[in-house]
């Protein structure tokens, strides 16, 4: 028994140019899916660029400390260097042990 074959031809771009045609409940909710989570992802990224700009902001506050605490350090090492001389000092005990 030889079972008939039916073929639907697909129309061309051309044979349905100018055609209103409805998509699918499926593929319209396909379609708001894909939307919804570029959206979402498009979000994220504005969230990471943002902590990122708060970060760098974070490290310039930090890099300028360094950078005031250094200069502390050096003015307190002439200091003590103008007034003691040059040595080393034992920071735990406080004993400066002098160069010649």
């Given at each position: 028994?030889?079972?008939?074959?039916?073929?639907?031809?697909?129309?061309?771009?051309?044979?349905?140019?100018?055609?209103?045609?409805?998509?699918?409940?499926e593929?319209?909710?396909?379609?708001?899916?894909?939307?919804?989570?570029?959206?979402?992802?498009i979000?994220?990224?504005?969230?990471?660029?943002?902590?990122?700009?708060?970060?760098?902001?974070?490290?310039?506050?930090?890099?300028?400390?360094?950078?005031?605490?250094?200069?502390?350090?050096?003015?307190?090492?002439?200091?003590?260097?103008?007034k003691?001389?040059?040595?080393?000092?034992?920071?735990?005990?406080?004993?400066?042990?002098?160069?010649?």
């Amino acid at each position: 028994m030889a079972v008939a074959k039916t073929t639907e031809k697909i129309p061309s771009p051309q044979e349905i140019a100018g055609e209103a045609k409805k998509f699918t409940p499926e593929e319209i909710e396909s379609l708001k899916n894909i939307q919804i989570r570029m959206d979402q992802i498009i979000l994220q990224l504005g969230r990471v660029h943002l902590s990122r700009i708060r970060v760098n902001e974070q490290e310039e506050l930090v890099k300028a400390e360094i950078s005031k605490i250094e200069k502390e350090e050096q003015d307190l090492a002439k200091t003590l260097s103008d007034k003691y001389g040059r040595g080393s000092l034992d920071i735990e005990t406080g004993t400066f042990t002098p160069t010649e």
